[in-house]
């Protein structure tokens, strides 16, 4: 026998004795030679079963931690949704009081926003119109229902998010009459300024993951800009760290649904 046809034995042996193995045999007596193989192959199995044991353990610890951790996270959740709810409450409190602009002379209710206070994603529209300063909640109205309809066709619910508003107090044209329907109108500059540290409390304390704004007003006091919303909507910036989409108010959609599309 050549060298070859020795060698292609082996290799044929040696397939052998793999499946052999394969078959859950240790030990495989044929000869000093196999021996030594096959109790190598028994050291291979003893070293597979000590790694099993091993990744066993380890995934063992990483469930044990994982709980730990869980059971760590439960109370701080309990706690910081005590915190941020009381936060809003104490909050809700100050706004009610406040008459640091014109606006809180004439309001009816201060709207100070509505909805969750873990909310992933928080709107910040414009200010209470007529309906809102009746009632004291954000958005309403007309184009209230049209906002929970985006919200809906969004996947959420209305409950989920947080609305808020630049300003907590009716802009009105005419402000000695709360009662006149038609009387809405845009904040001024000021206003917003005076009014935003409530609104950057609120912002704080809800911590959500993106802030949409809703029209101009909220959108320019917000990036500090005075650019148009259409070239300002469907670009993401920042507003305290917190990524910011700016888009079009219901209420313009409302008056121009061709708008609906990009919002
Ligand atoms: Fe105060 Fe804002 Fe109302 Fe002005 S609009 S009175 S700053 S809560
Ligand atoms: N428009 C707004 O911007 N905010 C409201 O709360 C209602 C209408």
């Known amino acids: 026998m050549n060298q070859s046809e020795y060698i292609k034995i082996l290799r044929l042996a040696r397939t052998a004795i793999e499946e052999y193995k394969n078959w859950g045999e240790d030990?495989?007596?044929?000869?000093?030679?196999?021996q030594v193989k096959v109790s190598v192959a028994k050291e291979e199995k003893k070293e597979i079963s000590k790694n099993i044991e091993q990744s066993e353990q380890k995934?063992?610890?990483?469930?044990?931690?994982?709980?730990?951790?869980?059971l760590k996270q439960e109370p701080v959740k309990a706690i910081q949704s005590k915190n941020a709810e009381q936060k809003l409450e104490d909050l809700k409190k100050i706004i009610v009081n406040c008459k640091k602009c014109e606006l809180g002379k004439y309001r009816l209710n201060a709207v100070c926003g509505s909805g969750d206070p873990y909310a992933n994603i928080m709107f910040v529209?414009?200010?209470?119109?007529?309906?809102?300063?009746?009632?004291?909640?954000?958005?309403?109205?007309?184009?209230?229902?049209?906002?929970?309809k985006i919200i809906e066709a969004m996947g959420y619910k209305r409950e989920t998010v947080y609305i808020a508003n630049i300003v907590k107090c009716h802009?009105?044209?005419?402000?000695?009459?709360?009662?006149?329907?038609?009387?809405?109108?845009?904040?001024?500059?000021?206003?917003?300024?005076?009014?935003?540290?409530?609104?950057d409390e609120q912002i704080k304390i809800i911590s959500p993951k993106v802030i949409i704004t809703l029209?101009?007003?909220?959108?320019?006091?917000?990036?500090?800009?005075?650019?148009?919303?259409?070239?300002?909507?469907?670009?993401?910036?920042?507003?305290?760290?917190?990524?910011?989409?700016?888009?079009?108010?219901?209420?313009?959609?409302?008056?121009?649904?061709?708008?609906?599309?990009?919002?």
């Open 27 to 34: 030990e495989l007596v044929l000869d000093k030679t196999m």
């Open 59 to 70: 995934i063992k610890k990483q469930k044990k931690e994982q709980m730990k951790q869980q």
């Open 125 to 148: 529209g414009e200010g209470p119109g007529f309906q809102e300063d009746h009632e004291g909640k954000p958005f309403i109205g007309r184009a209230g229902d049209l906002l929970t």
């Open 171 to 199: 802009p009105m044209k005419n402000p000695e009459n709360p009662e006149l329907k038609g009387n809405d109108r845009p904040p001024t500059m000021e206003e917003m300024q005076i009014c935003q540290p409530y609104l």
């Open 215 to 263: 029209g101009a007003s909220s959108t320019r006091a917000l990036l500090k800009t005075d650019d148009v919303i259409s070239s300002l909507r469907g670009k993401f910036t920042e507003y305290m760290g917190i990524p910011l989409m700016p888009t079009y108010h219901p209420a313009a959609l409302l008056r121009n649904p061709k708008l609906k599309k990009d919002v």
